[in-house]
């Protein structure tokens, strides 16, 4: 944002300045030519001034001489003739005798044309004649000087008249000048010299008549004021009558302004070019941002940002179409980071996204979740559909090499969603990701259609999940207690605290349903805090009844063993209900265990100086880690049902597993609670294992406080 208004002050600032720059070489230019012109003029009007002055001042001396020689005119002519010779600045040399009759140098004699100013000159004044055509030679334009011609008595004898060519001597100085521009010298109105000879008054100066006018109103002015234009018209009387105009169009002075206007123009040119580029620049970069957004970091595939602008972009274009979205999601991905590392598991992301985008040509893959991608394609047959996601399973399934000869087999659950695009996609999603949840239940390594049956189901997750928000504030929750065996004192010295949701609209529901629902929504944190409370107040309860030597276990999941005030809970609650913390074993699964291994360190070690016990509970499902066992404080280990289920049908396999878990627990100094013991056949196996605790429908179901105290009186 900075930036554009920073550019767009650039682009103003480029703009004025070449605008000022444009006008103020314009101004000077303009100026410089209007003191030019000025100084021509004056420089003119001096040297016209002086011309004639001079030339006067030769006639007038040379008219005092004449009374000497008049009297003879052939004296006069031999005069005039020497000194028509002598000075080069006079075309003819003529006395006049007061009855009008020219002597002329050559020895002519004529009658004087010029009457007016002869007899101007015979009263005694110094006379410029009008311009005439020189008789001797029609091409000059000349004027005469008359001066009074006065004898020793101070009489007027005649008038002594000199002939000028003023045009040449103006050419002379036009040239000596190099004037930029035009001269004019008028007389009487008369143009009798222009310094170019293919321009006359009349065509090039605008209203030349009424400059006219002007001229025989002022000595001294301008023409016409034009304003912006390179040109000034100037002029200036003579004090015998001569007007100079100076006409100022200069090819110079306009190149100098083209110059600026075009120095300007590039100017502006270059700010917008340069501006532009950047603009240009800076959309790239925002839409390359834009795009990386849009893509995931790791996998160079699109997000679930790319995926929702795509589909409204493809709405856009046909918002009837149908698309189906394949929801991939890779089986038991956490488990094999935790077993691989973060290294490995990130370059298995980037093989399968690579495969997923090679499965077909021109498919829009992206990923939507830390191990689920989305594919989506165009509404197509259902066999073909089928085929694709079949081919998707096969693909997916083969082993990926990670190095060092080591290959990893990856399978995928898929979650297939027709959908009418304009549908919400939140609920496609959700119905795609219910979809390969149900594929993953199956066993993974398989597709699943999003059927009526599925939206039902779906339906109905949503319900629950809606009614959950509010159960544990309306009181839903309660507690059963299933008891525990100890075969070495053969009786039941603990239980396991299980929760249990009654919803007013839903029933009863078992928390293989809420619990993982609750984990998703964080309100596992407080229902947790909940659920220690309330067996310990139940704890309380039992002793106060006089109960002795029992321990009730209870369920922490590994949100609830994360969160920041976990500790702190705790010990407010066994301050709160002064219950006996020794009396209390907290159950926590292996996946908290293998994933934050220091964090879960830290805390069931202050459990354990609490004096609170633990167990690692479902032991033997997930990678066990047996040397975690030796790092981490457990004072139980509780050993996972699927053994027991087996144990009788498999061959001996679960038995030999049983029988190992067994004897690690004895020297690692574990007691082991073994898991889900339905049948007698069962029980005598593990008793022969020498299994020290057992917890099962044999004994008890879970069930309600008031029954399960019961099982301690015997
Ligand atoms: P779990 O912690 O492994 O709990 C033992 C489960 O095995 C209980 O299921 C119990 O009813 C069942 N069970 C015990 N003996 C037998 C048997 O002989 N045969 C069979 N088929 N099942 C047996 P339940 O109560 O449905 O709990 C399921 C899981 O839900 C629990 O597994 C536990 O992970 C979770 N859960 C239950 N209550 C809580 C709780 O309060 N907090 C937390 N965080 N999780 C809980
Ligand atoms: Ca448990
Ligand atoms: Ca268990």
């Not at 700010?271 to 941002?289: A, D, F, H, N, S």
């Not at 009863?508 to 809420?514: K, L, T």
């Amino acid at each position: 944002m900075l930036l554009y208004v920073f550019l767009g002050l650039v682009f103003i600032g480029t703009i004025y300045f070449s605008i000022v720059n444009y006008t103020s070489t314009k101004k000077f230019v303009l100026q410089s030519v209007e003191r030019n012109t000025e100084v021509l003029l004056h420089n003119f009007i001096a040297d016209v001034d002086r011309f004639s002055l001079e030339r006067t001042s030769d006639i007038e001396l040379l008219a005092e001489h004449i009374p000497y020689v008049m009297e003879k005119d052939e004296d006069v002519t031999l005069f005039l003739l020497k000194q028509t010779e002598a000075m080069p600045n006079f075309v003819a040399l003529s006395f006049i005798t007061p009855d009008g009759m020219i002597q002329s140098a050559d020895g002519n004699h004529f009658k004087v044309q010029q009457q007016g100013y002869f007899e101007k000159a015979l009263k005694g004044d110094v006379v410029f004649s009008d311009v005439f055509r020189l008789n001797q030679d029609t091409s000059q334009n000349v004027t005469s000087i008359f001066v009074p011609v006065v004898n020793h008595d101070g009489e007027t004898v005649g008038v002594l008249s000199g002939v000028v060519n003023l045009s040449d001597i103006v050419s002379e100085l036009v040239e000596k000048s190099k004037l930029p521009g035009t001269v004019f010298l008028l007389k009487d109105d008369d143009v009798f010299f222009t310094s170019n000879e293919d321009v006359s008054f009349e065509e090039t100066i605008p209203h030349s008549d009424q400059l006219l006018e002007h001229i025989n109103g002022q000595k001294v002015g301008n023409w016409n004021d034009f304003e912006d234009e390179l040109r000034f018209i100037k002029y200036e009387t003579t004090w015998n009558d001569w007007v100079v105009v100076v006409d100022s169009i200069s090819n110079q002075a306009t190149d100098e302004i083209r110059w600026a206007f075009w120095q300007s123009t590039v100017l502006v040119v270059s700010g917008i070019v340069i501006i532009v580029i950047i603009y240009l620049y800076l959309i790239r970069l925002q839409r390359r941002e834009e795009l990386q957004a849009e893509e995931d970091l790791l996998t160079g595939l699109g997000n679930r940002a790319r995926l929702e602008s795509n589909i409204a972009k493809k709405i856009s274009q046909n918002s009837e179409a149908i698309v189906t979205f394949y929801l991939i999601k890779i089986d038991r991905f956490s488990e094999v980071t935790e077993l691989l590392g973060y290294d490995v598991s990130e370059q298995l992301l980037f093989d399968v996204s690579n495969r997923l985008n090679h499965v077909q040509k021109k498919i829009n893959a992206y990923r939507v979740g830390d191990r689920e991608f989305v594919i989506t394609a165009d509404y197509d047959s259902l066999e073909r559909q089928k085929k694709f996601a079949a081919e998707l399973v096969e693909q997916m399934a083969q082993p990926i090499h990670v190095g060092q000869g080591k290959f990893v087999e990856l399978t995928v659950s898929i979650g297939v969603r027709t959908a009418d695009i304009k549908e919400d996609m939140n609920v496609i999603m959700q119905d795609a990701l219910f979809a390969s949840r149900e594929a993953t239940t199956q066993g993974g390594n398989q597709y699943v259609y999003f059927t009526d049956q599925l939206a039902q189901d779906s339906e109905y997750q949503r319900k629950l999940t809606n009614n959950l928000a509010d159960a544990l504030s309306n009181e839903e929750f309660y507690l059963v207690y299933q008891p525990i065996y100890s075969c070495a004192e053969n009786r039941i010295v603990s239980f396991e605290a299980l929760m249990r949701w009654k919803s007013p609209v839903l029933g009863e529901i078992g928390p293989g349903q809420f619990i993982p629902l609750l984990e998703e929504s964080d309100k596992i944190i407080d229902a947790g805090r909940w659920l220690i409370r309330e067996v310990a107040k139940q704890v309380v309860r039992w002793k106060r009844d006089g109960y002795k030597d029992f321990v009730v276990a209870l369920n922490v999941s590994p949100k609830q063993l994360r969160y920041e005030s976990f500790l702190a809970d705790v010990k407010q609650i066994l301050a709160e209900t002064g219950v006996n913390p020794s009396n209390l074993v907290f159950e926590v699964t292996e996946s908290i265990v293998v994933q934050d291994t220091d964090v879960a360190y830290e805390i069931l070690k202050s459990l354990n100086e609490l004096g609170i016990e633990t167990a690692i509970d479902d032991f033997g499902t997930g990678y066990s880690s047996l040397s975690l066992l030796k790092t981490l404080p457990f004072q139980y280990m509780k050993l996972d049902r699927a053994f027991v289920m087996e144990v009788l049908s498999d061959g001996g396999k679960s038995e030999a597993i049983l029988k190992g878990l067994i004897e690690i627990a004895n020297s690692l100094n574990l007691t082991t609670i073994t898991e889900g013991v339905e049948t007698s056949e069962q029980l005598e196996i593990l008793q022969k294992l020498g299994a020290h605790r057992i917890q099962g429908f044999y004994f008890s179901k879970p069930v309600v406080p008031e029954k399960a105290v019961t099982f301690l009186k015997d």
